[in-house]
């Protein structure tokens, strides 16, 4: 099971949400890691995405990595590294 975390305030989450604590934009198959003490809480696929690293320790089940996630999709979580294999996506900071 994974280690249960502090969830975030509301106002966090929100400024998480619209970008207000940052971003990165990628679009090519550099390695993306977090800083110290940070991650990524949501991942936005502005084009057809695959990823060859997507590391969240809080998730289980299956990996979201080989799997071409159409443009549009958002997904949330708790990111430390990312990786594509094609596509671009704006990964906002927590």
Do not use: N
């Not at 207000?20 to 940070?38: D, I, M």
């Not at 990595?65 to 443009?71: E, K, L, P």
Request: proline share 2%; with cysteine; aromatic share 10%.
């Amino acid at each position: 099971m994974p280690e249960l975390v502090q969830p975030m305030d509301t106002l966090h989450l929100m400024l998480m949400d619209m970008g207000q604590l940052g971003s990165t934009y990628e679009s090519g198959t550099t390695v993306l890691t977090a800083e110290t003490g940070r991650f990524w809480g949501k991942i936005y696929c502005v084009t057809a995405t695959v990823f060859t690293t997507l590391t969240d320790a809080g998730r289980d089940g299956d990996t979201f990595t080989g799997v071409s996630h159409a443009a549009g999709v958002v997904i949330y979580g708790r990111f430390t590294a990312i990786t594509l294999t094609s596509g671009s996506i704006l990964a906002y900071k927590a």
